[in-house]
Each structure stands twice: as structure tokens, then as C-alpha cells.
């Protein structure tokens, strides 16, 4: 190699140095925020950082005409989702919940969809019999947003142990795979 290309490559290596720093702290951003967004789903599934904060005493309109009190369902493990028809990740989520609803309903598991949606509940109705969705749906209410802290990004779900305590919060897409292990965890536990 002559020495000008020497001169040229050692050049050019100075002015990357800089954008290498970019690049670096770019991919540290981006694994952080990455990091940040999965660890409420890690915690579940593993049972780190469990909360352990009463679940607030609320009735849920629900779409099938039956009264849900929550507090009428201690002794359950139940899943409280905030969810719309018109959001992608809720619309994503759903099967999986679906799945572990099914799979886990006769253990004591049960599902409360909260429909955030400003459409009428015949249309969630619809919506729900075309996705297959068995669990029992509701229909928001001001009281029940205001009693889980004024929910206001969807979906955001709340696990709820078999004591009536919220023992975690997932903001997001919370993942079948990690919703199944949190809810064998909770299920196994005495309340």
C-alpha cells in the first residue's frame, strides 16, 4: 500500500470516529428503549418486580348482558385489558389472550376486555364474533378508566392475582408466551 493511501485510509478513519460515537450511542438508545418497553412482560413471566396493590372495586358493563363485579372474582387470576377495535397492537394481542383464556379458564383464569372504543356495543359485538374472541368484553365507563389510573394508551393490561391484588401492568402488546407464564405462576400461588 503507497503512502498516500496510508495517508487517505488513516484520514478517512478520523472523520468515521465521530460518526462511530453517533452510531454507538444510537444502538445504546435504541437497546435501552427496547429493554425498557419488555421488562413489565419480562417481570410477569420471571415474577420480578411484582406489585402488589389492590385492584380497585369496579362493575363492568358487559357486552353479554352479565353484570361483572371484580370484586365477585378474587379467587381468579384475571386479566383487565384496555383495548380498541381501531388498534393494531390490541387487534394483535387478542388471539394470544384468546388462547390462554381457553387453555386456562377451568384453572380459575379469566379475561375482562375493556373496550375503549366510542362505537356503539353492537359494533364491538361484531367485531368480537368476527375475531372469535370468547372472553367476557365490556364496555368502558368513566369510573372504571378513572379506577385504573385514567388508562389513556391501549392496549395496557392488568394482571391481577387470586387476592385482588394488580401484581403487574403491561403497557403494549403483552406477548401469549409471557401471559401464560405469568398466569401459571399465579395460578400455582396460594392467595
Known amino acids: 500500500m503507497s503512502k498516500q493511501r496510508k495517508e487517505r485510509a488513516a484520514a478517512a478513519a478520523g472523520r468515521k470516529s465521530p460518526l462511530r460515537f453517533l452510531e454507538a450511542a444510537l444502538w445504546i438508545g435504541v437497546v435501552g428503549l427496547f429493554a425498557w418497553r419488555i421488562s413489565p412482560q419480562v417481570g410477569a413471566a420471571l415474577g420480578w418486580h411484582a406489585a402488589a396493590v389492590e385492584a380497585p372495586t369496579v362493575s363492568f358493563a358487559s357486552l353479554d348482558g352479565v353484570p361483572r363485579d371484580l370484586s365477585s372474582l378474587k379467587g381468579q387470576v384475571v386479566l383487565v385489558n384496555f383495548w380498541a377495535t381501531w388498534c393494531p397492537p390490541c387487534r394483535a394481542e387478542m388471539?394470544?389472550?384468546?388462547?390462554?383464556y381457553a387453555a386456562k379458564h377451568a384453572d380459575g383464569f379469566t379475561v375482562i376486555g375493556v373496550s375503549m372504543d366510542e362505537a356503539p356495543p353492537a359494533q364491538v359485538q361484531s367485531f368480537i364474533e368476527d375475531h372469535d374472541i370468547t372472553y367476557p368484553i365490556a364496555m368502558a365507563t368513566?369510573?372504571?378508566v378513572s379506577a385504573?389510573?385514567?388508562?389513556?394508551?391501549?392496549?395496557?393490561?392488568?394482571l391481577i392475582d387470586r387476592a385482588g391484588r394488580i401484581r403487574y401492568t403491561v403497557q403494549g402488546i403483552f406477548a401469549e408466551?409471557?401471559?401464560r407464564a405469568a398466569?401459571?405462576?399465579?395460578?400455582?400461588?396460594r392467595s
Not at 385504573?148 to 392488568?158: C, D, E, I, K, R
Not at 398466569?183 to 400461588?189: C, I, K, T, Y
Open 148 to 158: 385504573f389510573g385514567n388508562v389513556n394508551s391501549y392496549p395496557t393490561s392488568f
Open 142 to 144: 368513566a369510573d372504571v
Open 183 to 189: 398466569v401459571d405462576r399465579l395460578l400455582e400461588e
Open 95 to 100: 388471539p394470544g389472550f384468546e388462547k390462554v
Open 177 to 179: 408466551v409471557t401471559l
